[in-house]
T-cell receptor, first 112, second 109 residues
Framework: TQLLEQSPQFLSIQEGENLTVYCNSS?????LQWYRQEPGEGPVLLVT?????EVKKLKRLTFQFGDARKDSSLHITAAQPGDTGLYLC????????????FGGGTRLMVKP | EADIYQTPRYLVIGTGKKITLECSQT?????MYWYQQDPGMELHLIHY???????EKGDLSSESTVSRIRTEHFPLTLESARPSHTSQYLC????????FGQGTRLTVV
Protein backbone atom coordinates (compact mmCIF):
# COMPACT_ATOMS: atom_id res chain seq x y z
CA THR A 1 0.00 0.00 0.00
CA GLN A 2 1.40 3.35 -1.10
CA LEU A 3 1.16 5.70 1.89
CA LEU A 4 2.51 8.64 -0.10
CA GLU A 5 0.99 9.55 -3.45
CA GLN A 6 2.96 11.80 -5.76
CA SER A 7 1.53 13.69 -8.70
CA PRO A 8 2.06 14.04 -11.50
CA GLN A 9 3.97 10.84 -12.23
CA PHE A 10 5.54 12.30 -15.36
CA LEU A 11 6.08 15.91 -16.41
CA SER A 12 7.72 17.23 -19.56
CA ILE A 13 8.11 21.01 -19.84
CA GLN A 14 10.11 23.63 -21.69
CA GLU A 15 13.02 25.49 -20.14
CA GLY A 16 11.83 28.59 -18.28
CA GLU A 17 8.43 27.21 -17.26
CA ASN A 18 7.28 26.84 -13.66
CA LEU A 19 6.00 23.60 -12.17
CA THR A 20 4.63 22.14 -8.97
CA VAL A 21 4.90 18.55 -7.76
CA TYR A 22 2.61 17.24 -5.04
CA CYS A 23 3.03 14.63 -2.32
CA ASN A 24 -0.13 13.59 -0.49
CA SER A 25 -1.03 11.15 2.25
CA SER A 26 -3.80 10.33 4.69
CA UNK A 27 -1.13 9.77 7.35
CA UNK A 28 0.57 12.35 9.52
CA UNK A 29 4.34 12.47 9.25
CA UNK A 30 6.73 13.83 11.85
CA UNK A 31 8.95 15.08 9.02
CA LEU A 32 9.06 14.90 5.27
CA GLN A 33 11.98 14.90 2.89
CA TRP A 34 12.41 15.61 -0.82
CA TYR A 35 15.06 13.83 -2.86
CA ARG A 36 16.30 14.15 -6.42
CA GLN A 37 17.71 11.21 -8.36
CA GLU A 38 19.67 11.29 -11.60
CA PRO A 39 19.94 8.24 -13.87
CA GLY A 40 22.31 5.58 -12.55
CA GLU A 41 22.74 7.24 -9.16
CA GLY A 42 21.11 7.01 -5.75
CA PRO A 43 18.63 9.68 -4.58
CA VAL A 44 20.18 12.76 -2.97
CA LEU A 45 18.48 14.68 -0.17
CA LEU A 46 17.28 18.17 -1.12
CA VAL A 47 15.42 19.31 1.99
CA THR A 48 13.68 18.24 5.20
CA UNK A 49 10.52 19.93 6.47
CA UNK A 50 9.35 19.36 10.01
CA UNK A 51 6.80 21.96 11.09
CA UNK A 52 3.26 22.13 9.71
CA UNK A 53 2.99 25.09 7.32
CA GLU A 54 6.76 25.33 6.96
CA VAL A 55 8.16 26.78 3.74
CA LYS A 56 11.78 26.30 2.70
CA LYS A 57 13.54 27.77 -0.32
CA LEU A 58 16.55 26.35 -2.09
CA LYS A 59 17.45 28.73 -4.93
CA ARG A 60 14.65 28.20 -7.50
CA LEU A 61 13.02 25.41 -5.48
CA THR A 62 10.33 26.10 -2.89
CA PHE A 63 9.15 23.35 -0.55
CA GLN A 64 6.03 23.54 1.57
CA PHE A 65 4.77 21.22 4.32
CA GLY A 66 1.01 21.16 4.82
CA ASP A 67 -0.48 22.53 8.01
CA ALA A 68 -1.65 19.07 9.04
CA ARG A 69 1.70 17.48 8.09
CA LYS A 70 0.00 15.10 5.66
CA ASP A 71 1.08 16.67 2.40
CA SER A 72 3.85 18.65 0.76
CA SER A 73 4.63 20.41 -2.47
CA LEU A 74 7.73 21.27 -4.46
CA HIS A 75 7.60 24.28 -6.76
CA ILE A 76 10.33 24.98 -9.29
CA THR A 77 10.58 28.43 -10.83
CA ALA A 78 12.06 28.91 -14.29
CA ALA A 79 13.00 25.27 -14.76
CA GLN A 80 16.31 24.44 -16.41
CA PRO A 81 17.47 21.27 -18.22
CA GLY A 82 19.69 20.56 -15.21
CA ASP A 83 16.54 20.10 -13.11
CA THR A 84 15.70 16.95 -15.09
CA GLY A 85 15.45 13.90 -12.86
CA LEU A 86 13.25 11.82 -10.59
CA TYR A 87 11.88 13.72 -7.59
CA LEU A 88 10.91 11.63 -4.57
CA CYS A 89 9.18 12.59 -1.35
CA UNK A 90 9.59 10.52 1.80
CA UNK A 91 7.91 10.71 5.18
CA UNK A 92 8.96 9.56 8.62
CA UNK A 93 6.12 7.57 10.11
CA UNK A 94 6.12 7.30 13.90
CA UNK A 95 3.51 4.54 13.72
CA UNK A 96 5.99 2.44 11.73
CA UNK A 97 8.98 2.72 14.02
CA UNK A 98 10.18 5.96 12.42
CA UNK A 99 10.88 4.14 9.19
CA UNK A 100 10.99 6.18 6.00
CA UNK A 101 8.23 5.70 3.43
CA PHE A 102 8.83 6.87 -0.13
CA GLY A 103 6.33 8.14 -2.67
CA GLY A 104 6.27 6.78 -6.19
CA GLY A 105 8.22 9.72 -7.62
CA THR A 106 7.71 12.38 -10.26
CA ARG A 107 9.82 12.04 -13.37
CA LEU A 108 10.63 15.53 -14.67
CA MET A 109 12.10 16.33 -18.05
CA VAL A 110 13.01 19.93 -18.89
CA LYS A 111 13.64 20.46 -22.59
CA PRO A 112 15.95 23.25 -23.77
CA GLU B 1 28.52 13.95 2.64
CA ALA B 2 26.89 10.53 2.95
CA ASP B 3 29.10 7.66 4.08
CA ILE B 4 27.29 4.70 2.62
CA TYR B 5 28.91 2.42 0.10
CA GLN B 6 27.71 -0.30 -2.19
CA THR B 7 29.78 -2.86 -4.04
CA PRO B 8 29.97 -3.89 -6.75
CA ARG B 9 28.79 -0.93 -8.80
CA TYR B 10 28.01 -3.13 -11.80
CA LEU B 11 27.63 -6.91 -11.99
CA VAL B 12 26.92 -9.18 -14.94
CA ILE B 13 26.40 -12.78 -13.93
CA GLY B 14 25.07 -16.03 -15.33
CA THR B 15 21.76 -17.65 -14.39
CA GLY B 16 21.93 -19.87 -11.33
CA LYS B 17 24.89 -18.16 -9.70
CA LYS B 18 24.85 -17.07 -6.07
CA ILE B 19 25.58 -13.38 -5.51
CA THR B 20 25.95 -11.06 -2.56
CA LEU B 21 25.55 -7.31 -2.85
CA GLU B 22 27.44 -5.43 -0.18
CA CYS B 23 26.28 -2.31 1.66
CA SER B 24 28.15 -0.53 4.43
CA GLN B 25 27.56 2.73 6.28
CA THR B 26 29.71 4.57 8.78
CA UNK B 27 27.04 6.92 10.18
CA UNK B 28 25.90 4.59 12.96
CA UNK B 29 22.35 4.49 11.63
CA UNK B 30 20.12 1.77 13.06
CA UNK B 31 17.67 1.68 10.16
CA MET B 32 18.79 0.32 6.81
CA TYR B 33 16.91 -0.49 3.62
CA TRP B 34 17.22 -2.28 0.29
CA TYR B 35 15.28 -1.04 -2.70
CA GLN B 36 14.86 -2.42 -6.20
CA GLN B 37 14.40 0.12 -8.97
CA ASP B 38 14.03 -0.08 -12.73
CA PRO B 39 15.37 2.94 -14.69
CA GLY B 40 13.38 6.10 -14.00
CA MET B 41 10.77 4.22 -12.04
CA GLU B 42 9.72 4.21 -8.41
CA LEU B 43 11.66 2.65 -5.56
CA HIS B 44 10.35 -0.73 -4.41
CA LEU B 45 11.25 -1.63 -0.82
CA ILE B 46 12.38 -5.27 -0.65
CA HIS B 47 14.03 -5.48 2.79
CA TYR B 48 14.61 -3.31 5.83
CA UNK B 49 16.15 -3.50 9.25
CA UNK B 50 15.53 -1.66 12.50
CA UNK B 51 18.97 -2.60 13.82
CA UNK B 52 21.28 -5.50 14.57
CA UNK B 53 19.58 -8.91 14.27
CA UNK B 54 16.44 -7.28 12.84
CA UNK B 55 15.37 -7.98 9.25
CA GLU B 56 11.95 -7.50 7.68
CA LYS B 57 10.51 -8.05 4.21
CA GLY B 58 9.38 -4.99 2.34
CA ASP B 59 6.40 -4.25 0.13
CA LEU B 60 7.80 -6.01 -2.95
CA SER B 61 8.22 -9.75 -2.71
CA SER B 62 11.80 -10.74 -3.39
CA GLU B 63 13.69 -14.02 -3.55
CA SER B 64 16.68 -12.32 -1.97
CA THR B 65 17.67 -12.54 1.70
CA VAL B 66 19.47 -10.11 3.99
CA SER B 67 21.36 -10.21 7.26
CA ARG B 68 22.25 -7.61 9.86
CA ILE B 69 24.96 -8.95 12.13
CA ARG B 70 26.68 -5.57 12.51
CA THR B 71 25.18 -2.09 12.58
CA GLU B 72 27.26 -0.90 9.67
CA HIS B 73 26.76 -3.84 7.32
CA PHE B 74 23.58 -4.97 5.51
CA PRO B 75 24.38 -7.43 2.70
CA LEU B 76 21.79 -8.80 0.28
CA THR B 77 22.10 -12.32 -1.14
CA LEU B 78 20.51 -14.05 -4.11
CA GLU B 79 21.04 -17.82 -3.88
CA SER B 80 20.27 -18.46 -7.54
CA ALA B 81 20.19 -15.48 -9.86
CA ARG B 82 17.65 -15.35 -12.71
CA PRO B 83 17.17 -12.90 -15.60
CA SER B 84 14.08 -11.54 -13.80
CA HIS B 85 16.43 -10.28 -11.06
CA THR B 86 18.04 -7.85 -13.51
CA SER B 87 17.56 -4.39 -11.99
CA GLN B 88 19.24 -1.66 -9.97
CA TYR B 89 19.54 -2.34 -6.24
CA LEU B 90 19.85 0.63 -3.89
CA CYS B 91 20.86 0.49 -0.25
CA UNK B 92 20.03 3.27 2.21
CA UNK B 93 20.35 4.04 5.89
CA UNK B 94 18.46 6.59 7.92
CA UNK B 95 18.19 8.48 11.12
CA UNK B 96 15.60 11.18 10.32
CA UNK B 97 16.82 11.43 6.74
CA UNK B 98 17.89 8.71 4.35
CA UNK B 99 21.24 8.49 2.67
CA PHE B 100 21.69 6.25 -0.34
CA GLY B 101 24.54 4.34 -1.84
CA GLN B 102 25.27 4.70 -5.54
CA GLY B 103 23.52 1.43 -6.28
CA THR B 104 24.44 -1.87 -7.89
CA ARG B 105 23.34 -2.42 -11.46
CA LEU B 106 22.75 -6.17 -11.73
CA THR B 107 22.36 -7.96 -15.04
CA VAL B 108 21.64 -11.68 -15.06
CA VAL B 109 22.21 -13.35 -18.42
Amino acid sequence: TQLLEQSPQFLSIQEGENLTVYCNSSSVFSSLQWYRQEPGEGPVLLVTVVTGGEVKKLKRLTFQFGDARKDSSLHITAAQPGDTGLYLCAGVNRNAGNMLTFGGGTRLMVKP
Amino acid sequence: EADIYQTPRYLVIGTGKKITLECSQTMGHDKMYWYQQDPGMELHLIHYSYGVNSTEKGDLSSESTVSRIRTEHFPLTLESARPSHTSQYLCASSDREAFFGQGTRLTVV
